[in-house]
């Protein structure tokens, strides 16, 4: 039989290495308190950690009076969710970023919209879309985003709002963004309006940067198959990625990179979120040309932003 102090000693010694990450979470808190800039340190993200007590260590840091350590608290909760596997986890860091929508500093009710676009929509039950809809105003910080986030998560509660608010804002780039969270909907009268847009756009960088990825957001197959036109086009409207050089390239290949994470089972390697992983591009290109001609149909990914 071991001796009490050594079965005492194991005891102390299992519980100190339990409450570490704690610890650690605490001295990274206070550290940036004192004027440190140093990222979150490694260690809070490994799999043993109790991840729902780093989450609800993190609640009173989100309360700080500090807006640099609220946003340092929001951001690294919604870091841990990414890392973790469990739901109940993912939907905890989502009700802490549903409250920094209420926070003061603008900065960071727009890092909350981005962060709940990590998370796969099947992940946010009812009563957090109710929470994120009862946000939705004329005056929404970030509007763009924010009703981008609505689309996204199928809110079509708010559809005839959206619709409302196309007439009563000014800006042109606010009401296509309105239109493309519409779109996301199945709304068919922003698709229409959509698609009647493309057929008159000029494809270019701007089209390529800008316009892309809104399309692709959409996740609407006629607007893919627009797209999938200018994957077979090889005009060269594009600048290459080499700011020294003057050639053009067809935009076919940012095209191609953009629509990577929104097709099911993509022919090209990606990396675990969705990005292409190719060196050679003229002949992924080759490739994807040659699985659309042999696949007039295919599954969009609806889970994912």
């Known amino acids: 039989m071991k001796p009490l102090i050594t079965i005492t000693l194991q005891f102390i010694s299992i519980t100190m290495l339990a409450q570490s990450p704690v610890v650690t979470l605490n001295q990274y808190f206070k550290e940036a308190k004192n004027g440190s800039y140093a990222t979150a340190p490694q260690s809070l993200f490994d799999q043993g950690n109790d991840f729902d007590l780093l989450l609800s260590e993190l609640e009173k840091y989100q309360s700080d009076s500090t807006a640099r350590i609220r946003a340092k608290a929001y951001r690294l909760s919604n870091r841990i969710a990414q890392v973790s596997e469990d739901e109940s986890v993912k939907q905890k860091a989502i009700d802490q970023q549903i409250k920094a929508l209420n926070d003061p500093d603008r900065g960071i009710a727009g890092n909350a919209i981005e962060a709940m676009t990590n998370f796969k929509n099947t992940v946010f039950i009812e009563s957090q879309k109710t929470r994120i809809l009862n946000h939705l105003n004329a005056e929404t910080p970030h509007f763009n985003d924010f009703v981008k986030l609505l689309g996204f998560l199928q809110l079509k509660k708010a559809e005839s709002q959206l619709v409302g608010l196309i007439a009563l804002k000014e800006s042109p780039v606010t009401k296509w963004n309105i239109r493309l969270a519409l779109a996301r909907m199945n709304n068919q009268s922003a698709i229409e309006y959509?698609?009647?847009?493309?057929?008159?756009?000029?494809?270019?960088?701007?089209?390529?940067?800008?316009?892309?990825?809104?399309?692709?957001?959409?996740?609407?197959?006629?607007?893919?198959?627009?797209?999938?036109?200018?994957?077979?086009?090889?005009?060269?409207?594009?600048?290459?990625?080499?700011?020294?050089?003057?050639?053009?390239?067809?935009?076919?290949?940012?095209?191609?990179?953009?629509?990577?994470?929104?097709?099911?089972?993509?022919?090209?390697?990606?990396?675990?979120?969705?990005?292409?992983m190719v060196d050679d591009y003229e002949k992924a290109l080759i490739e994807l040309r040659k699985w659309f001609e042999q696949n007039e149909t295919y599954s969009l990914n609806q889970e994912v932003y």
Do not use: H
Not at 250 to 276: K, Q, S, V
């Open 194 to 276: 959509i698609i009647s847009k493309l057929e008159k756009a000029p494809i270019n960088d701007a089209f390529a940067y800008d316009i892309v990825p809104g399309l692709v957001y959409t996740r609407q197959p006629q607007i893919f198959k627009f797209l999938e036109s200018q994957i077979l086009n090889d005009e060269a409207n594009c600048s290459t990625a080499d700011p020294n050089s003057n050639q053009k390239i067809t935009c076919a290949y940012r095209i191609m990179e953009a629509i990577a994470p929104a097709i099911e089972n993509f022919p090209l390697p990606t990396d675990e979120f969705g990005d292409l």
